[in-house]
Structures are given as C-alpha cells and as structure tokens.
C-alpha cells in the first residue's frame, strides 16, 4: 500500500508508522473509462486519492449537457468537502481513463479522528492547506474574468 502513498503527495509528511493507520482504514478503488465516480446531488461518501488516471470535475448544466470546472490527476484528491460538512455533492466526478482511487469513507474518517485526535488533525490541517490554495487560484481566475469583461466593456 505504500507506493500508492509515495505516489499521492498529500501523504508526503506522513510518519511510516501514520502511513499504516490510514493503510487500515482506505479501500482501493478501480475507475473504468468515463465512470462517473461521485454523482452531483448525491449524499457524501468520502474522499478519494487519485493513484492512477484522469478525472474530470463537472457540473451538470443541462439535461445530458456537463461543463468541465477543473481537471484532477495523480495525486489530486476529490469528495472532502462530505469530510468537512454534511451537504449533497455539488459537482459529479467522471474517469476520463481507467483509474486507481484511496478511499476513505466518511464514517472511517470519523471513527479516526475520535480514536485519534493528533493524527485526525494532521489530515485536517493538510486538507485546509490545500483547500485554501484552491481558493486562492479560483480568487486569482475571477479577478483575471472580472478584468479581461471590464477591459471588453471599456470600464476604467
């Protein structure tokens, strides 16, 4: 199980010894071509580490119409918002080609951080790392939209 964590640099910090509690309590999961892995509208599940493959996030604008909003590869990860609240999903999840995803469901999740507070807080703290660096980017994008339709209108 180890080299699928080497390949996810999420578990980069990670002590050996920490490696093998998250090692008991994921699933290894295989994606076929375009499987919807996690469907909008639907109730949490867990979060997914990506090992192998490519997935597409999308949002579903029209009956069988989707809009691409970003693109995950190895080493991305994907579902931890049903880690950090209880609300449906907001976008699906689709494997462009086949696929090796971690699973860790939000009930293991939950059984960890009472059985473990210091390592739960590990997780957590790196999820926020990455979720503020998102937030970051997606800032950036807007303001870049925001510039490029002021620019078009001849706003000052």
Known sequence: MNEY???IGFFNG???EE???VSSIIEVISAGDMEMVLR???DPKGLYFIVKGDFDVVKKIDANKYKRLQQLNRGDFFGE???LNEEKLSA???CRSRGTLIFISKESFN???VSDSRFSLKIMKELAAVLAQRLRHMNLKYGMSVAQMDSKAGTP
């Open 5 to 7: 964590f080497k390949l």
């Open 14 to 16: 990670f002590t050996d």
């Open 19 to 21: 490696l093998d509690v």
């Open 40 to 42: 909008e509208n639907e």
């Open 81 to 83: 918002m049903s880690i």
């Open 92 to 94: 699906s999840v689709v």
């Open 111 to 113: 059984e960890m951080c």
